[in-house]
């Protein structure tokens, strides 16, 4: 029995699936978990000595690989200094001004320490704003686990026949209505039905949750429109694609203003992180200065700070998204030609689909993905984690590049997919 089997089993024992969140515990690959010791760079170590070149990134947060030496500086110095004051400090000062002089379209924030969180904020400021209760928000969308939003969304529950929820009132999904992605039809259909009583569309610019299912811009625009002609928030829920794609996510790199942004992992730079933003005017209806209730005993907590402003001044410093997009570029050309999968990439974010010429011209909806999607990438998996590459364990989870990555990694990667192909053909 491996170190690894062992804690799991222990670990079965004392939590619900042996660990403290679905996807960790490998029920989409098969097998049971590595149990990760430490992580440097590109590199995860398991307990049993193992190491295995990582494109799972913490499922996003980050962008600069484990442990870098910047952010480990600012975590620790910010530890010296205390690491929670339940008081006002300049740690959050300093990474909301670092954010809102860079991100033209918002010019206020709010720390909450999740992104589930910050969608329950956005979502509660949105109400309020509009005196609305219904949020529309897309098939193959997640955006955290807060109830409204358990509907039709993302890898956790996806390929498990498990549509959504028990456990979340009828009375709380009453006021969700879902679309179609990439569907304007539908969308006008919903518009013209229900158009006026919608609070706030909240969306993936780039859904990332459900394999990367890029949206037309066009879709994202007319949504836009319909939401101004209704008077309907727009809300981007950039927790994965913000300071991803971009500095300024989605909204700066397709050069749209939502009404509302949600961040989360990398703002963090593997802190738990989370963040509203938006407009002034909006966003001054938070509690203290407006009627929107809204608090946290560790929000903004110093240390995490210390982390997303290292993180993202690292972004701006450098040239990160260049070498990113050329990390991403290598791997593009070292799986053109797979035989079994299909490479859907956006910058630093990509998906390995068990789909023949399934370039993102196919699939852009939930329901174009093939139906034995899962089974084929739990056998990549597999061979992937033998060779010492770890992939996200779900066919549905979106694989991260991060600028801790090297040609190396990429060429790993790619011999991995191809082989297996090979030996499955022979
Ligand atoms: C990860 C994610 C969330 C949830 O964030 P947590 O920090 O896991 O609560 C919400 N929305 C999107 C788009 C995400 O990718």
């Excluded at 400090?89 to 809102?100: G, N, R, T, Y």
């Excluded at 992605?181 to 569309?201: H, K, S, V």
């Excluded at 995490?304 to 050329?326: C, F, N």
């Excluded at 190396?408 to 090979?422: E, N, Q, Y």
């Amino acid at each position: 029995m491996s170190r690894s089997d062992e804690l799991f089993a222990r670990a079965l024992r004392v939590a619900p699936g042996g660990v403290h969140s679905p996807v960790r515990s490998f029920r989409g690959v098969g097998g049971s978990p590595v149990f990760v010791d430490s992580a440097r760079d590109a590199s995860l170590t398991d307990v049993d000595g193992n190491s295995y070149v990582d494109f799972c990134m913490s499922f996003g947060p980050l962008i600069h690989g484990h442990s870098h030496p910047a952010v480990k500086a600012a975590v620790v110095a910010a530890l010296d200094k205390g690491w929670s004051f339940g008081a006002a400090e300049a740690a959050s000062l300093k990474l909301a001004e670092f954010i809102v002089d860079r991100a033209n379209h918002v010019d206020s924030i709010r720390f909450v320490n999740s992104g589930t969180e910050a969608v329950m904020s956005a979502l509660r400021l949105a109400r309020a704003a509009t005196g609305r209760d219904v949020i529309l928000k897309f098939d193959g969308c997640y955006h955290g686990h807060t109830d409204a939003m358990l509907i039709r969304a993302g890898s956790g529950l996806a390929g498990r026949a498990v549509p959504d929820s028990a456990g979340v009132p009828a009375g709380v999904t009453a006021d969700t209505l879902i679309a179609p992605l990439n569907d304007e039809a539908a969308l006008e259909q919903i518009f013209a039905r229900r158009g006026n009583e919608i609070a706030a569309t909240i969306i993936e610019p780039l859904p990332a949750n459900f394999g990367l299912l890029p949206q037309r811009r066009a879709f994202l625009e007319h949504l836009a429109e319909l939401c101004t002609a209704h008077k309907c928030l727009l809300i981007f829920d950039e927790v994965i694609t913000g300071f991803r794609v971009a500095f300024g996510g989605c909204a700066e790199a397709f050069g749209m203003r939502p009404d509302i942004v949600t961040w989360g992992k990398i703002i963090g730079g593997g802190f738990p992180v989370g963040a509203i933003a938006g407009r002034r005017e909006l966003m001054d209806r938070f509690a203290p200065n407006g009627d929107v209730y809204q608090a946290g005993t560790l929000s903004a907590n110093p240390v995490a700070m210390a982390a997303g402003l290292a993180t993202l001044e690292l972004l701006t410093d450098t040239d990160a998204y260049e070498r990113l997009e050329e990390l991403g570029k290598r791997l593009d050309a070292a799986t053109t030609g797979m035989k079994e999968f299909s490479l859907i990439r956006r910058g630093s974010l990509f998906w390995l689909v068990a789909a023949k010429n399934a370039g993102a011209d196919v699939i852009r909806s939930a329901d174009a993905i093939p139906a034995d999607a899962t089974e084929r990438f739990a056998r990549l998996f597999g061979r992937a984690l033998a060779a010492g590459v770890y992939l996200p364990p779900s066919a549905y989870e979106i694989g991260f590049l991060s600028t801790a990555h090297s040609p190396a990694d990429i060429g790993l990667l790619a011999r991995v997919i191809a082989d297996g192909a090979d030996a499955q053909l022979a």
